[in-house]
């Protein structure tokens, strides 16, 4: 290389003198003054050709660790939280103190990290058929205190999505707080249909052997998780936390998919679901079971608030579990590009933690990438 750079120096060094030596010679005609101008832009565009040579020659840096979390084709995240008996959340663990399984196999931990400082990416999703008609006032009031103590404008982003027969994303994700606001001051009850503005979110089909469209005045929950999971909180190159906050019954009229297929989407986007169970005596109440499996299986809460202190409370705990959360990355042992399920599994290692009766949660597992 120092060879490459001398023999570059001396030979502009070299185009140079004899640039000057021409120019000295005016007592020359216009030929030759054209003939020394087509030398001079002859020798500059090979030393320009010379230099681009050098560049390219010159080795590229290696990515650093968040560029290789982006590439990495085989590399599996977790996230967990961590709580004692008495339902503290502890944030002092470290990477010695869990082992990572993989059906059973444990794993090689790439990376372990507190999460406190990773983007999120929340969607608000909102029943607003007519069985939340007297609970909905509260829901807004208290999404409003949660999305104020915890987007952060300069990363995070949320997205206000109402739903009952259909989704409707009335706010994309941003990071625009003022825009969240007024968007979730809008949201009203479908009664008698849906009053809000942007069109149902598409990519449920219905057709002979299926399922029929939802009716007006329907709930589908189900379908609703679903198409937010895929459309909204898809994944991509960015490394974000992604969390859906349902507000609902759970009482389920009309979707077209299933609660397992919902649960297996929020799986393959890497969305935990935070349900926050809210419904009407009138209507029937609270689905408990089915807000507690989606949420659970998908790495989240479901809470069941009797009064507005209670869903005051509700969002204050998943503000402070959003806060500390840790990621476990790893590559799995399993090559096996074949779409099956790989139960995950995070075991407390430490003595001290173990004796404390450490409790983690976590999503149960991840389907694996086809090949193809």
């Known amino acids: 290389m120092k060879t490459a750079n001398f023999k570059l120096k001396f030979f502009a060094f070299d185009s140079w003198l004899l640039c000057e030596?021409?120019?000295?010679?005016?007592?020359?005609?216009?030929?030759?003054?054209?003939?020394?101008?087509?030398?001079?832009?002859?020798?500059?565009?090979?030393?320009l050709t010379a230099t681009l040579v050098l560049f390219a020659q010159t080795p590229t840096p290696p990515p650093d660790q968040d560029d290789v979390l982006r590439v990495e084709s085989d590399l599996t995240n977790l996230l967990f939280t961590a709580t004692d008996k008495n339902k503290r959340y502890i944030t002092s663990l470290q990477e010695n103190d869990i082992r990572v399984l993989e059906d059973g196999v444990p794993q090689k931990v790439f990376t372990f990290q507190r999460e406190t400082d990773r983007p999120l990416s929340i969607a608000f999703l909102i029943?607003?058929?007519?069985?939340?008609?007297?609970?909905?006032?509260d829901e807004k009031a208290a999404a409003r205190s949660f999305i104020e103590n915890i987007i952060r404008s300069e990363k995070d982003q949320a997205a206000i999505i109402p739903f009952e027969g259909y989704a409707h994303v009335e706010q994309p994700l941003t990071r625009n707080v003022l825009a969240i606001y007024k968007t979730l001051e809008r949201v009203e009850v479908a009664f008698p249909a849906y009053v809000g503005g942007a069109p149902a979110i598409s990519g449920i089909s219905s057709g002979p052997g299926t399922i029929a469209p939802p009716g007006?005045?329907?709930?589908?929950?189900?379908?609703?998780?679903?198409?937010?999971c895929r459309h909204v909180l898809a994944r991509d190159h960015e490394q974000r936390r992604r969390a859906i906050i349902l507000l609902t019954d759970g009482r389920d009229t009309s979707s077209r998919v299933s609660r397992l297929a919902a649960i297996d989407q929020a799986i393959q986007s890497e969305t935990v679901v935070y349900a926050i169970g809210i419904g009407d005596s009138e209507y029937g109440g609270v689905n408990k079971q089915a807000l507690k499996e989606i949420s659970e299986r998908s790495g989240g809460r479901a809470f069941f608030p009797k009064k507005d202190a209670d869903l005051t409370a509700a969002f204050a705990?998943?503000?402070?579990?959003?806060?500390?959360?840790?990621l476990v990355a790893y590559s799995s042992s399993n090559k096996k590009r074949d779409g099956s399920f790989r139960t995950m599994t995070i075991e407390v290692a430490s003595p001290q933690f173990v004796k404390e009766g450490l409790k983690l949660r976590y999503r149960p597992g991840y389907f694996a990438k086809k090949s193809g």
Do not use: H
């Open 21 to 47: 030596r021409a120019q000295r010679t005016k007592t020359q005609g216009r030929t030759r003054k054209f003939a020394i101008f087509t030398f001079q832009f002859s020798i500059c565009t090979a030393f």
């Open 317 to 326: 705990e998943i503000e402070q579990e959003l806060r500390s959360q840790y």
């Open 127 to 137: 029943d607003v058929s007519i069985s939340e008609e007297r609970t909905l006032p």
């Open 216 to 228: 007006e005045g329907s709930t589908a929950i189900w379908d609703s998780v679903f198409v937010t």
